[in-house]
């Protein structure tokens, strides 16, 4: 709570400030202890899915369902995404609004491609038969790979608010800060879906 002068001299509260402050270390180093209770969820989910991902229960397996060509060009999407969220970080970096927003829509651009191949991917899947309640399998994969899809479509709305933020008020230092922590967010999403190709894709195939 700061004061302000009134003009007989007294005191007046006032519950407000006026000038925003920047807790850039508070906001990262928050951010990270965000980030490592997601790799928690994520150490669950892969564990799981190692226990019950040869649970077929008489029903098709990783190597009957999965279409290895498909999951490489989706991953494909993901991993430029990734690239692109660099270049607006760089152009950033040199306070370059409109290269910065072109950016970031390109990443946009990328997410959105991943998103609708995966989405395409469960339809085709459940349209198979192969549905969450086949089997312990299908019940795992689904639930890891979902929960990451969930993840990459929670980090598309951040993205598509952030541009209209820095559309609005500029590359000011909430928006930097807030860049850097969706950065650090996007290229964790891109980590863990490399494991999740190799792990249940990849392996799942040979």
């Known amino acids: 709570m700061t004061t302000t002068t009134i003009a007989s001299g007294a005191a007046a509260p006032q519950f407000y400030t006026t000038e925003e402050h920047h807790p850039e270390n ?20 892969f564990a799981c899915y190692g226990v019950l991902g040869r649970s077929y229960a008489a029903g098709p397996s990783g190597k009957d369902l999965f279409d290895l060509g498909l999951v490489a060009l989706n991953t494909a999407f993901l991993l430029l995404s990734s690239i692109t969220y660099g270049f ?20 946009g651009l990328f997410g959105a491609a991943f998103l609708c191949v995966e989405v395409y991917e469960f339809a085709h899947l459940i349209h198979e038969g192969a549905t969450p309640q086949r089997s312990a399998f299908l019940s795992s994969f689904f639930t890891l790979v979902g929960t990451h899809g ?10 598509i608010t952030l541009m209209i933020q820095v559309t609005r008020r500029g590359l000011i230092a ?10 650090m967010f996007w290229h964790f999403l891109d980590v863990i879906w490399i494991g999740v190709f190799t792990f249940v894709y990849l392996m799942g195939t040979l």
């Open 150 to 159: 969930l993840h990459v479509t929670f980090g598309m709305i951040w993205l």
């Open 88 to 107: 607006a970080m760089l152009e950033m970096a040199k306070n370059r609004k409109g290269s910065t927003l072109f950016w970031l829509g390109v990443t």
């Open 26 to 45: 508070g906001t990262l180093l928050g951010f990270w202890l965000y980030l490592m209770s997601d790799c928690l969820i994520f150490a669950v989910l």
């Open 174 to 183: 909430e928006n930097r800060r807030r860049l850097a922590c969706l950065s």
